[in-house]
RNA sequence: GGGUGGUUAGCUCAGUUGGUCUAGAGCGUCUGGUUUACACCCAGAAGGUCACAGGUUCGACUCCUGUACCACCCACCA
């Protein structure tokens, strides 16, 4: 007998080795079965896990295993990532703090700090591995990858080879964002913006007045930019030059005219420029071939060109330039009240300075990608997969963020000067006639070869973490086989790729889908995956972020499991959330799934305890159900009719990613009917068999959710020789038990009360009280359905509820309250028939010709060679929108 | 400045083609229960103008327009 309460510190651990055992996890690539396969996001190997990575873990586990149960090929492949930036700033400040070293980097050197690195992230991966498990995470083991592997640094120098080749990688002197602190360039998006008040100055700079909060980098200001059309300067033209004094005595500026940059309205409407410490700047000296010069350094200290202030540090610099220009009259305004954003950087915290550097980029803009059979930009292939819906994204709006950001993205900045990472693949030899440059893992033959000293921005080896993670790692130590024939040959990548579903959370859409959906495109002419699904963030009880450096806020989901159970954490996770919409998590709503979780159990309980009552062994009872209709009573039918909806309905969510829905639908299910009405109704006499066949059933279907709890029962009322849980066939609703009430337009409505009525004979149930009955109503005209509520109110009777999709807890019921009077069925005094019918046709007649127009736009020939393909696709868009609306104003119609 | 989401019971949230809703769940509150599966329970109750104002419709939490507040994302002012 099973003991009173369930406990998961006792089966967890156990169950999860003995699925490990089974081979469960592991997919087999020679497998005929359809391929499900989940790349799980490699969380950072820099620490322990978050609820964060638990969510992700509790999703995809569930897709994988109703995949699994469904009989797919089901593949969920874990790893972790060397997270470049990252974990290099934690083992430095590691090292900082424990050894007392103030330079790492210097005391080291690279061959050591790397190996120093590589050990702390050894250990990391390890604690990852455990707490992965810990979650029932269901992952094939025997597939795990990092992102720093050989075979995945083989792809990393091909795709990087091939890019070089078709010329969308370049080397460039380019505007980067510099972070100081770690003495490296980082990407756009790895920068976060700190409002900060900041004194603005106005100074007087020849007959203008220009402002900056920043007049330390203002030394090699040589242009005055304004708009053309405004009027206050009219006199000046552009490339007039005047003599002015500035900080470090006189200088030649010359007057610049430029509408892009400049807003009139803004301040005084004129600026000088600072290209080489200010994006839109840079952009203005590129397009008018300005010169520039560097004013800070890039260990954040002024250059010689700051004269006396050489060397001070920003902070340092700032007052003393304003005192400088105060005293020779120059400062003419302060305002104290000025909000400014400064940039900082998302991982190493330092003040991110725009400098200029040479650095390795990647064209997004040039049209060097073949996608179906046309030459695309990386941008467009990037539009193209989801607008064509090769990609679908859920939830849907996520799709608009998406495209918002393709349309600002600049060349991204590939290089990085830290040590951890996959180090960029170019040689270079120094002699007389100049520098060679050479692409390539190895350095050509010969001596004299010095490899690139910068590694690779970590989103370029993620990128291709769905494919380079199927690629054999037998294959990749091959350096003859190019990069097309790793891909031909891997029997992984042929079986299991593209992906099937791609989880994570909204927050890295770009860093890491977007750039997925870029690298992989190009590199293997295959879409990473088909769907997207974003899950929301974690958040506190009070909807703050939950941050590691705060524990009172923070739940670690590493002292929750022992406490509550793995199962209760991933249902509290998952049931009532939406997609894409941040939840708030606590122990409360953990302690309540934990109590559903018993709930299960004690319902199991007494499921053996009727067995046992009853002499029967549930082992004995076979798999199939068989007891003819004849010994069900009208409950047992009722429940067996209902299971079979319940059934459909959660393989219906599932198959459609509706897991809060369908986990919502089967936490109702066993509660409020399963226990709370056939359990109790079974007190008086119990169909043994009819309660293991819904135990069997329930424990199916829960299992995605909660799958050690589920194993562990399941154990206790499988049919014999029927192995674990985890590699059952997933039910199957048959609708055979059922009777559904043919369609017409009064006829069902009639069925419905002469069924009820008959029942309430045959049962001696009295009018006001709930019957179970066999009435199934089919999903069919709810418009009618609900016509028939007001008939019956018009007829006099007080109250009846038809279900077409019924409320959980009246599954198979009908609940009527009949008073006995005769029912006459007239439509009049309802509503307005003929209004309503009046308006449908007036409808359809606007609808219909609308249609014809955008036929006929489509139809055109000249429409159709000179539009844009956006044009047409949103044309056609609306066309199957209005298609769509047309189809159910006739199928409304078609009911007068 | 551009964009997205949210606003539903005291709290946290579901509610996907407008008709299951005459609006649900969990927690909390109140009343009553040791009926041997479960007190991590059972029976029941109170509690909502579904942010606000219009519109479309026979019918709107659901669609449209506008307003307010909150959150987030992107761009950015020199």
Redesign the pocket.
């Known amino acids: 007998m099973l003991p ?2 369930y406990d998961p510190k006792a089966c967890e651990d156990r169950i999860y080795t003995l699925w490990e055992g089974s081979g469960a996890f592991k997919a087999d690539a020679a497998s005929k079965k359809e391929s499900f396969t989940v790349s799980m996001p490699p969380p950072n190997a820099t620490g322990q896990l978050h609820l964060g990575h638990a969510v992700m873990l509790a999703l995809e586990d569930i897709f994988i295993r109703f995949a699994r149960m469904c009989g797919k090929e089901a593949l969920w492949l874990p790893g972790t990532d060397h997270a470049a930036i990252a974990t290099e700033s934690v083992v430095i400040k590691k090292i900082q703090k424990e050894e007392k070293i103030a330079d790492p980097r210097a005391k080291y050197g690279r061959e050591k700090l790397v190996a120093k690195i590589a050990e702390f992230v050894d250990f990391s991966r390890g604690t990852i591995r455990s707490q992965v498990r810990k979650m029932g995470s269901s992952c094939d083991w025997s597939r795990e990858r990092y992102t720093l592997d050989s075979s995945l640094n083989r792809c990393v120098n091909e795709v990087f080879k091939k890019m070089y080749s078709d010329g969308l990688i370049y080397r460039g002197q380019r505007i980067v964002n510099w972070d100081p602190k770690m003495q490296t360039t980082v990407s ?2 790895e920068i976060e ?1 700190v409002e900060e008040k900041v004194p603005y100055y106005t100074f007087q700079y020849g007959p203008f007045q220009i ?4 007049p330390e980098t203002k030394f090699g200001d040589k242009y005055v930019v304004m708009h053309p059309d405004d009027e206050r300067y009219k006199q000046y033209k552009d490339g007039d030059t005047f003599e002015c004094e500035w900080i470090n005595g006189k200088i030649t500026a010359t007057v610049i005219k430029d509408d892009k ?3 009139p309205t ?4 004129c ?1 000088t420029i600072t290209p080489w410490h ?3 700047d840079f952009d203005l000296a590129e397009r008018r071939d300005l010169p520039r010069e560097q004013i800070i350094g890039f260990d954040g200290r002024l250059l010689p060109i700051a004269g006396e202030f050489a060397g001070m540090s920003i902070e340092e610099a700032r007052p003393k330039v304003v005192e400088k220009l105060k005293e020779k009259g120059l400062l003419t305004k302060v305002d104290e009240n000025y909000v ?2 400064v940039a900082v950087s998302y991982r190493g915290k330092g003040i991110v300075e725009p400098q200029i550097k040479e650095q390795w980029f990647i064209d997004v803009n040039k049209p060097a990608v073949k996608w179906k059979k046309k030459h695309l930009s990386l941008k467009q292939v990037m539009q193209d997969v989801i607008r064509s819906r090769d990609i679908a994204i859920i939830p849907e ?1 996520f799709e ?2 998406y495209f ?2 393709i349309d ?1 993205l600049r060349d991204w900045c590939i290089s990085r000067q830290i040590w951890w990472g996959h180090r960029i693949p170019v040689w270079y030899k120094t002699s007389a006639k100049g520098t060679d440059m050479h692409v390539g893992a190895l350095p050509p033959d010969g001596t004299g070869w010095t490899q690139d000293p910068d590694t690779l921005d970590t989103w370029f080896s993620s990128g291709l973490w769905t494919w380079s993670t199927l690629i054999d790692p037998k294959l990749a130590g091959n350096l003859d086989l190019s990069l097309e024939d790793l891909l031909a040959k891997s029997p992984d990548f042929q079986k299991f790729h593209p992906t099937t579903v791609m989880e994570t959370g909204y927050d890295i859409l ?1 860093f890491w889908v977007a750039r997925m959906i870029l690298m992989t495109t190009y590199a293997t002419g295959q879409i990473p995956f088909k769907t997207v699904y974003l899950h929301g963030l974690v ?1 506190t009880r009070d ?1 703050k972020k939950m941050s590691k450096s705060d524990p009172s806020t923070c739940i670690d989901p590493l002292e929750i499991i022992p406490k509550y159970g793995a199962d209760a954490l991933r249902l509290s996770m998952i049931v ?3 997609p894409g ?1 941040d ?2 998590l606590y122990e ?2 953990i302690a ?1 799934y ?2 559903f979780i ?2 299960l159990w ?2 199991s ?2 499921v053996l ?1 009727q067995c046992e009552k009853a002499g029967i062994k549930p082992q004995d009872i076979p798999a199939e159900f068989s007891t003819p209709n004849s010994q069900l009573s009208i409950p047992d039918r009722a429940l067996l009719s209902s299971l079979q909806r319940l059934v459909a309905d959660v393989t219906d969510g599932l198959t459609k990613y ?1 897991l ?2 369908a986990g ?1 639908r089967l936490y109702s299910f066993v ?1 409020d009917y399963f ?2 009405w056939y ?2 109704l079974s ?1 008086g006499e119990a169909n043994v068999s009819v309660l293991v066949e819904a135990l069997r059933t329930i424990v199916h279907l829960l299992h995605p959710y909660c799958p050690f709890v589920t194993e562990e029962l399941w154990d206790s009322i499988k049919p014999k020789g029927v192995g674990l849980l985890i590699k059952e066939p997933w039910p199957v609703a048959e609708g055979g038990r059922l009777d559904p009430v043919p369609e017409g337009k009064f006829e069902l409505l009639i069925k419905v009360i002469s069924a009820i009525r008959s029942l309430r004979v045959e049962y001696g149930v009295s009018p006001g009280a709930k019957i179970p009955a066999i009435v199934h109503v089919a999903e069919s005209d ?2 009618l ?2 016509y028939s ?1 007001h008939f019956l109110r018009l007829a006099n009777i007080n ?1 009846l ?1 038809v ?5 959980a807890h009246c599954q198979g019921m009908v609940s009527a309250f009949l008073n006995g009077v005769d029912v006459h069925l007239s439509l009049e005094g309802v ?2 028939l003929e ?2 019918k009046k ?1 449908l046709e007036a409808e359809r007649a606007q609808l219909q010709k609308f249609l014809a127009g955008v036929e006929a736009k489509l139809g055109n020939e000249r429409f159709m060679n000179s539009a844009k393909p956006d044009v047409v696709t949103l044309e056609q868009e609306k066309k199957a929108s209005a298609q769509e609306k047309l189809r159910k104003i006739e199928e ?1 119609l078609k009911a007068f």
């Open positions: 009173k309460a756009d998006d913006y402002s900056t909060a920043r940059v400049i807003d803004f301040g005084t409407g600026m200010d994006m839109a400014h954003r709006r608009k963020v918002h950001w600002n770009f958040r909807g009532s959330q939406s919409n939840f708030r409360e709503k309540g934990r109590n018993n709930k004690n319902a309980r007494f305890m509706r809060s829905e919502e509660w226990c709370d359990l109790e007190k709810k418009f359905l609900t509520q109250e509820t279900s077409a999709k019924a409320p509503v307005d209004k309503t308006n409304r």
